[in-house]
C-alpha cells in the first residue's frame, strides 16, 4: 500500500496514534481495528464496496421492497403502451430519467423496474448462496482437514461424489424441488450443492497448518482443539476462504442465471437478472439495452463483490501492514 | 534390547523414583504405508528406539547427535505431542503416556517447550501479545493480572512489553526465539525442553540466546532438555550429555566425561569433526573420518547399529546389541570395544 502516499490529501487520516518522542506512547489497536483500518485503505475494496452499496440502495430504493414504497412510480408487472420502440429515455434529453429510463420491453413493462427488480433477487439468491457455501465448506474441510482419518474419508468421499455430479444438474433438481418454496430456500439449496470446492481447499489449508510447529506449540501448551481450530488455525486460512466465498457469491449469480434460463430457478412473474437476460436474449439485435442493462448489473455486482473480497483478504494479513506513517 | 536383563548396572536404573523427569526405554515408530488402496503398514521408520533420560530439577541435560537422529522426536514425546510406541515417560513419579488429559494439563504447566524455527513456532495471524497470554489463557490464569504478567515476561526475555501487539514478522529471528521462550514460561514452568533453540540462528544471536536461558536457569531454577547438533553450544550449557546415534543413546555422562573421555566410537568421531577457533590446534586436529551415511531408520542395522560406519566393528557387533552400561569407563556406553581415551581433544578449544 505504499501507493498511499502520493497524491494532495496525504495528512487527511493522520489519527491521533502517532507515537509522542517524549513518552513512547503507543496506542494499542485491537486486532479488529487494525483489519478495519486496513480494509478502509484499500482502494479497490472501497470501489467495489461503494458500486455494491449503490447498486443495493438503487435496487431497494427504488421500486420498494414486499410492503415498502419506493420511489420509482411503475410497476414490473404492469404493461404498457410502448413508446418510441422501447428505447431507453435515459440521458436523452440532458441529465434527466425520463420516462422509462432502461427503455421498455416489447409489452411495454417498464425496464427500469425489472431490472431493479431482477437485482433484488438476484442478490439475495447469491448471498445466500455465499453464507451457505462458506460455512458448510468451511465447517467440513477444517473438520476433514483436522481430524483427518475416517472423519476425513467420509466426509471426503461424500466430497467427491458431489463433486462428480455435474452442479447444474445437481442443482436443477435441487432447485426443481425447492424453487417453488421461494426465493431464500433456493438459495440455501444452491448453496448445500456448490460447497465442494471450499471444502477441498479448507481441507488442504488446514492439513498443512495442523503441522505447523506453532499448531504443536499450542499442543504442547495444552490448548483444545476446538480452540487451535478456531484460534491458531482458521485464522491462517481467511484469505483462502474469503476469496472463495466471494468467487462462489459471483458463481451464485451465474448459477442462478443458468437455472432461470433452465426455467427451474425464478419463477415468472417475478424476475431475476438472469431469467432476464434469458428472456430477452433473442432481442439482442433489435432492442439490445434488453440484454445490456441486467448484463451491466451482473458484471458490477460480480465485479464488486470480488473486488471487497480482495480487500478483506489484504486486510486480514498482517503482512500488509508495511507502511509505518 | 531390554526386557531380558535387568542385571548389569544400567545408566539409570539405580534411582527410579528420583528424578524430575524419567524417561525408560522410549520407543517412537511411525508407520510406513504403503501406495495401494488399503495404505497397509509396509515398515517402520523407528526414530526413536529405547532411548532413556534422567532429569534432575534445575540441570542441564544435553542431546546430542547429527541430523534425524532422533533427538527432537524424544523432545516430543516426552511432551506426548507424539504418543509413545512403547516405554514409559515419568515425571515427578507420574507416568505421563497414561496420564488422563486433565492431569496431562497440569503437568504442561511444569513441562514447556522452546521450538528449533522461530519462523514456523508462532502463529503469523497472532500479536506477540496473544501468542504469549495463550498458554495464560489455556490455563484459566489470564483474568488476573494477564495483561501485566504478559509485559513481565516480554521484559524477561529482553524485550521491549510496548511491542507486544507487533506481530511476529515484525521481529527478528533472535528476538521470535525470545518470544517463544517466553510462551513456554509464561505458566512458570520447572522444566523446558529446548528443541535446538538457537540452531537457526546466526553465531552473534546464539550466544544472546544461550546467555538468557542460563540467566533464565539461575533465576527460575529451571530444568533443561538442551537438543542440539552444536557440540560447543551443548558443552556450553550442559551438565551431563547424552550422545545419540540412530534413535539410541550411545553414550551418556557427566559433561566433562563425555567431552574429555569419549570412549564410544561415534562420540570420539563426533568430537573430532568439532572444529577448534584455536588455529594452531586447529593445524594439528585429527580428524576421524567415518564412511558411509547414516543407515535407514526404517532398517536399521543388526546388533550395534554403529556398527556399519565403525572401525572397530567384529562379529559380536552384528549379533549381540551392546547394552549402555559401564565398561570401566566411569559412565555408561553403548560399545562393545569401548576404551578409555584420553584428551581427544583440548577441553578448552571447544568455546561456544
Known amino acids: ?325 | 534390547m531390554t526386557q531380558t536383563s535387568p542385571a548389569p548396572v544400567s545408566a539409570h536404573d539405580e534411582h527410579v523414583g528420583e528424578h524430575l523427569l524419567e524417561v525408560r526405554d522410549l520407543v517412537m515408530h511411525f508407520p510406513i504405508r504403503g501406495s495401494g488402496f488399503l495404505r497397509r503398514v509396509v515398515g517402520q521408520v523407528q526414530a526413536v528406539s529405547g532411548v532413556s533420560l534422567d532429569l534432575d530439577a534445575g540441570e542441564t541435560l544435553g542431546v546430542v547427535g547429527e541430523s534425524g537422529c532422533g533427538k527432537s522426536t524424544t523432545g516430543r514425546a516426552i511432551l506426548q505431542l507424539h504418543t509413545p510406541t512403547a516405554g514409559s515417560v515419568r515425571w515427578e513419579g507420574k507416568e505421563l503416556t497414561e496420564l488422563p488429559k486433565q492431569e496431562m494439563q497440569a503437568v504442561r504447566r511444569d513441562l514447556q517447550i522452546v521450538f528449533q524455527d522461530p519462523y514456523a513456532s508462532l502463529n503469523p495471524k497472532m500479536p506477540v501479545n496473544d501468542i504469549i497470554a495463550e498458554p495464560l489463557k489455556v490455563h484459566g490464569r489470564y483474568k488476573d493480572g494477564g495483561p501485566a504478567r504478559v509485559k513481565e515476561l516480554l521484559q524477561l526475555v529482553g524485550l521491549n512489553p510496548e511491542h507486544g501487539n507487533r506481530y511476529p514478522h515484525e521481529f527478528s529471528g533472535g528476538q521470535r526465539q525470545r518470544i517463544g521462550i517466553a510462551r513456554a514460561l509464561a505458566l512458570q514452568p520447572k522444566a523446558l525442553i529446548l528443541d535446538e533453540p538457537v540452531s537457526a540462528l546466526d553465531v552473534s544471536v546464539q550466544a544472546g540466546i544461550i546467555n538468557l536461558l542460563e540467566d533464565l536457569q539461575d533465576e527460575f531454577g529451571l530444568a533443561y532438555v538442551f537438543i542440539a547438533h552444536d557440540l560447543s553450544v551443548v558443552r556450553h550449557i550442559s551438565d551431563r550429555v547424552a550422545v545419540m546415534y540412530l534413535g539410541k543413546v550411545v553414550e551418556t555422562g557427566e559433561r566433562d566425561e563425555i567431552y574429555r573421555r569419549p570412549s564410544h566410537p561415534y562420540t570420539q568421531a563426533l568430537l573430532s569433526a568439532a572444529p577448534s577457533a584455536n588455529p594452531e590446534i586447529e593445524a594439528k586436529r585429527e580428524r576421524i573420518i567415518l564412511e558411509g551415511d547414516v543407515p535407514s531408520p526404517a532398517d536399521p542395522p543388526s546388533g550395534c547399529r554403529f556398527r556399519t560406519r565403525c572401525w572397530k566393528a567384529e562379529e559380536i557387533c552384528a549379533t549381540e546389541e551392546p547394552e549402555l552400561v559401564d565398561r570401566g569407563q566411569g559412565h555408561p556406553v553403548a560399545c562393545h570395544f569401548a576404551e578409555e581415551l584420553l584428551e581427544v581433544i583440548n577441553p578448552d578449544d571447544v568455546t561456544p
Open chain 1, 1 to 325: 500500500m505504499s501507493t498511499n502516499t502520493e497524491g494532495p490529501p496525504v495528512t487527511r487520516d493522520h489519527e491521533p496514534t502517532q507515537v509522542a518522542d517524549d513518552g513512547m506512547e503507543v496506542i494499542a489497536r485491537t486486532q479488529g481495528q487494525m483489519v478495519l483500518r486496513r480494509f478502509l485503505r484499500h482502494r479497490a475494496a472501497m470501489l467495489g464496496l461503494g458500486t455494491l452499496l449503490f447498486i443495493v440502495v438503487l435496487a431497494y430504493t427504488s421500486i420498494g421492497y414486499g410492503p415498502f414504497g419506493g420511489w420509482w412510480d411503475k410497476s414490473f408487472l404492469r404493461t404498457g403502451t410502448v413508446l418510441d420502440g422501447g428505447r431507453p429515455t435515459l440521458f436523452t434529453e440532458g441529465f434527466a430519467l425520463g420516462e422509462h429510463p432502461f427503455g421498455q420491453d416489447n409489452v411495454g413493462k417498464d425496464y427500469f423496474a425489472l431490472v431493479m427488480r431482477g437485482t433484488q433477487q438476484s442478490l439475495v439468491v447469491a448471498f445466500i448462496i455465499g453464507i451457505v457455501t462458506t460455512l458448510l465448506g468451511t465447517l467440513i474441510g477444517a473438520a476433514a482437514g483436522f481430524f483427518r482419518g475416517r472423519t476425513e474419508a467420509v466426509l471426503m468421499r461424500i466430497t467427491d461424489a458431489m463433486i462428480s455430479v455435474p452442479t447444474l444438474i445437481f442443482a436443477a433438481i435441487v432447485a426443481a424441488v425447492f424453487g417453488r418454496t421461494g426465493i431464500v430456500f433456493l438459495g440455501i439449496a444452491l448453496g448445500v450443492v456448490t460447497w465442494t470446492g471450499l471444502a477441498r481447499l479448507v481441507r488442504g489449508e488446514f492439513m498443512a497448518l495442523r503441522e505447523k510447529e506453532f499448531v504443536e506449540a499450542a499442543r504442547a501448551i495444552g490448548t483444545s482443539n476446538w480452540r487451535i481450530i478456531t484460534k491458531h488455525i482458521l485464522p491462517n486460512t481467511v484469505g483462502v476462504i474469503i476469496v472463495t466465498a466471494t468467487l462462489a457469491i459471483a458463481a451464485g449469480i451465474l448459477l442462478e442465471t443458468a437455472l432461470s434460463f433452465l426455467g427451474l430457478g425464478i419463477q415468472p412473474p417475478d424476475v431475476s437478472l438472469g431469467s432476464l437476460i434469458t428472456e430477452y436474449q433473442t432481442a439482442m439485435v433489435s432492442r439490445p439495452w434488453l440484454f445490456w442493462w441486467p448484463g451491466i448489473f451482473i458484471v458490477a455486482i460480480a465485479l464488486s463483490v470480488n473486488f471487497i473480497g480482495d480487500g478483506l483478504r489484504d486486510a486480514f494479513d498482517p503482512r500488509q501492514n508495511r507502511v509505518r506513517d
